[in-house]
């Protein structure tokens, strides 16, 4: 039997050795990353490339049968320097009550085509923000703004997730849509301030790199996330050529 004590010693002592080098071995991936200042604001005629606008409008249905009317357009510059895009295109939704939009984006470095993020701003200042299998990825959040992620894997129980979160008071909840478009572009503008303010990033020449103790604290984050976010995705199935709901203010 002696064997077999010694196999588990070196497997309880190997896996974690290994989980170790396998985290420091992603933060340093993620130190190496490039991060730059990009302004939100509405996209220009023509800016939508027709195989973005067709994924876009893959999500309507599914956003009109829960009750949400389409308002506009946004894009801005993505913030990874090494993301291929040239521009992160979005769809704006208003639900028709008018105390929840929702930000539809495409999701190319993901298993869906789309994804969406619910967002409900307080007239106290704060925003409710709820994402599905997706905080992971966040390297952090706009000041007041309450993100949740329930990792359901399911547009509907993600929806009803969010309108639990909902004040009972709906005159709490502003509606404005011109207020809302200004507190989204606040919080994607600021993206680098908030982390530079924080202390989560340091200049790199005209980029930002995160520093050493947030990419390793990002690391470990997405590595459980990423578990959490693969159950989530097994046990519910996709919606057919579209995505499921899971995004984050743009970052």
């Known amino acids: 039997m002696d064997w077999i004590t010694t196999g588990l010693l070196a497997l ?19 130190q190496r990353l490039r991060w730059r ?22 999500a309507r249905p599914v956003l009109a049968a829960l009750g949400f009317e389409f308002r506009y357009t946004t894009a801005s510059e993505p913030t990874l320097v090494s993301d291929a895009r040239a521009l992160v295109i979005n769809d704006v939704y208003q639900h028709v009550e008018g105390h929840t939009h929702a930000i539809v984006t495409t999701n190319p470095d993901g298993p869906e085509a789309w994804s969406v993020l619910w967002i409900s701003q307080l007239r106290s200042g704060h925003v409710l923000a709820t994402v599905d299998c997706y905080q992971h990825h966040l390297v952090t959040t706009p000041s007041g703004w309450l993100v949740d992620d329930g990792y359901l894997g399911d ?34 503008d600021g993206f680098i301030d908030q982390c530079d303010k924080r202390g989560l990033m340091a200049p790199h ?15 470990l984050r997405l590595f459980i996330g ?8 097994w ?17």
Do not use: C, M, Y
């Open 12 to 30: 309880g002592i190997g896996l974690p050795a290994l989980l170790a080098v396998a985290l420091f071995a992603a933060a340093a991936r993620l």
């Open 37 to 58: 200042r990009a302004s939100l604001g509405l996209a220009a005629p023509g800016a939508v490339a027709p195989e973005v606008r067709a994924t876009l409008d893959a």
């Open 155 to 188: 547009p509907q129980a993600s929806w009803q997730r969010h309108l639990q979160r909902l004040p009972a008071n709906l005159l709490a909840v502003v509606t404005d849509g011109v207020e809302f478009f200004h507190a989204n572009k606040q919080a994607v």
């Open 205 to 219: 020449g005209e980029h930002w790199a995160l520093r050493r103790r947030t990419a390793l604290a990002h690391a």
């Open 226 to 233: 990423r578990i959490k976010a693969a159950r989530a995705r």
């Open 235 to 251: 046990l519910v199935p996709s919606l057919p050529g579209a995505g499921r709901v899971r995004n984050a203010p743009a970052s």
